[in-house]
């Protein structure tokens, strides 16, 4: 049995690793593609004692997400999740609220498990409408508020990681004009690390 301290990293594509790698959950047993191409394999690279488990699937919403939660999270005898997830549900026009309602249901869920939770925001993507970036501020406006008084939740601003410097709502560089680079997944592991670091204590 390993005593590596497992992670479970858990979203939509921007968490899978999409466009340059396919999650072990989407193409089992271990995945396949660009293994620099996820912010979990940046994250064992610079801490070997940690098994971060990519539970990512490309294209999901918020709630098709909380949906896998006892599977892929509780199952996984885990002691911190990292939970990205919304930007599908803004870019098929739902509410910010529908992603608040279920971001707070597995936030709960969680800690109700004794599972540390890191909150990162929604990344951008170079071809979102003004009320799409617009909806995904409120989000993650709400994640960051939400983080500051909850119990064993930190906040990691993924967004702001890949983000050009010119322009919050452009990724910084992209292969496909909707999803990070594999140095951008680099960027979301390097503002993760120190939250993680923080909620596992």
């Given at each position: 049995?390993?005593?590596?301290?497992?992670?479970v990293?858990?979203?939509?594509?921007?968490?899978?690793?999409?466009?340059?790698?396919?999650?072990?959950?989407?193409?089992?047993?271990?995945?396949?593609?660009?293994?620099?191409?996820?912010?979990?394999?940046?994250?064992?690279?610079?801490?070997?004692?940690?098994?971060?488990?990519?539970?990512?699937?490309?294209?999901?919403?918020?709630?098709?997400?909380?949906?896998?939660?006892?599977?892929?999270v509780?199952?996984?005898?885990?002691?911190?999740?990292?939970?990205?997830?919304?930007?599908?549900?803004?870019?098929?026009?739902?509410?910010?609220?529908h992603?608040?309602?279920?971001?707070?249901?597995?936030?709960?869920?969680?800690?109700?498990?004794?599972?540390?939770?890191?909150?990162?925001?929604?990344?951008?993507?170079?071809?979102?409408?003004?009320?799409?970036?617009?909806?995904?501020?409120?989000?993650?406006?709400?994640?960051?508020?939400?983080?500051?008084?909850?119990?064993?939740?930190?906040?990691?601003?993924?967004?702001?990681?890949?983000?050009?410097?010119?322009?919050?709502?452009?990724?910084?560089?992209?292969?496909?004009?909707?999803?990070?680079?594999?140095?951008?997944?680099?960027?979301?592991?390097?503002?993760?690390?120190p939250?993680?670091?923080r909620?596992?204590?």
């Open positions: 049995m390993s005593d590596r301290t497992v992670i990293a858990l979203g939509d594509s921007t968490t899978a690793g999409t466009p340059g790698w396919k999650s072990p959950r989407e193409v089992p047993p271990s995945g396949r593609g660009d293994v620099t191409s996820q912010y979990s394999h940046w994250l064992m690279q610079a801490h070997p004692e940690w098994m971060v488990l990519n539970q990512g699937v490309d294209g999901e919403r918020s709630d098709q997400i909380r949906g896998r939660f006892a599977s892929d509780l199952e996984q005898s885990a002691r911190a999740v990292v939970i990205i997830a919304g930007v599908n549900d803004v870019y098929q026009g739902l509410e910010p609220q992603v608040i309602d279920q971001l707070v249901a597995m936030y709960d869920r969680a800690r109700q498990a004794g599972i540390a939770v890191v909150a990162g925001t929604i990344v951008p993507f170079n071809t979102a409408r003004r009320e799409q970036n617009a909806r995904m501020r409120e989000i993650n406006d709400w994640i960051r508020t939400f983080t500051l008084t909850a119990n064993r939740v930190a906040f990691a601003d993924t967004r702001a990681s890949v983000a050009a410097s010119n322009d919050g709502d452009l990724l910084f560089e992209s292969p496909d004009n909707l999803h990070p680079s594999p140095a951008g997944y680099r960027r979301m592991a390097e503002t993760i690390e939250a993680l670091r909620v596992l204590g």
